[in-house]
C-alpha cells in the first residue's frame, strides 16, 4: 500500500513537472496563434473578435463572434478546426469564410483554435489587447 501511495505520488509529482516545464510553449504557441489572428482573421471578425471587423461591413453575412462563449460551446474543436482549415460552407456558414488549407499547417490551425477557445476561458473575455480600462 505504501509502495502504492509513494508511486502515485511521484507520478503526480512527474506529471506537473511536465505541465511546468510544457507552460512556455504553449504560452509561445498561443503568441503566435495570437499573431496569425491577427493578420488573417481580424478583417472580418475584427480585434475584439466579435465579427465586427473592417471588411465585415462588406459582407452579407456578419462574421461570427467568436466570444459569443454561448453560441462557441457548441462548436467543437474538431469542427472549428474544419472551418478555419476548409472554410464556412464545410460547417454550412457563409462562403466568404475562406478556408486556409493553402496556408497554414495543421499546428497553425490547431494554435489558432486554442487561441479561439481563450476568448471563452473566462466568463468575461479580454480578446486582443483590448482591456477594459482600470476603474476610477
Do not use: W
Not at 506529471?15 to 504553449?26: D, T, V
Not at 486556409?100 to 499547417?105: K, N, P, V
Not at 471563452?120 to 476610477?136: I, Q, T, Y
Amino acid at each position: 500500500m505504501k509502495r502504492l501511495a509513494i508511486t502515485a505520488a511521484s507520478l503526480t509529482i512527474a506529471g506537473a513537472l511536465l505541465l511546468l516545464a510544457s507552460a512556455p510553449c504553449m504560452a509561445e504557441d498561443l503568441a503566435a496563434a495570437k499573431d496569425k489572428f491577427n493578420s488573417l482573421c481580424v478583417k472580418c471578425h475584427g480585434a475584439s473578435a466579435k465579427g465586427d471587423g473592417p471588411a465585415a461591413v462588406t459582407l452579407v453575412t456578419k462574421p461570427g463572434d467568436l466570444t459569443d462563449c454561448t453560441k462557441m460551446h457548441g462548436v467543437t474543436d474538431d469542427m472549428l478546426f474544419e472551418i478555419i482549415k476548409e472554410g464556412g460552407p464545410v460547417a454550412g456558414l457563409d462562403q466568404a469564410m475562406q478556408g486556409f488549407s493553402e496556408g497554414l499547417s495543421d499546428d497553425d490551425i490547431k494554435g489558432l483554435v486554442s487561441y479561439i477557445r481563450s476568448f471563452c476561458d473566462h466568463p468575461n473575455p479580454v480578446v486582443a489587447d483590448h482591456r477594459p480600462s482600470p476603474s476610477k
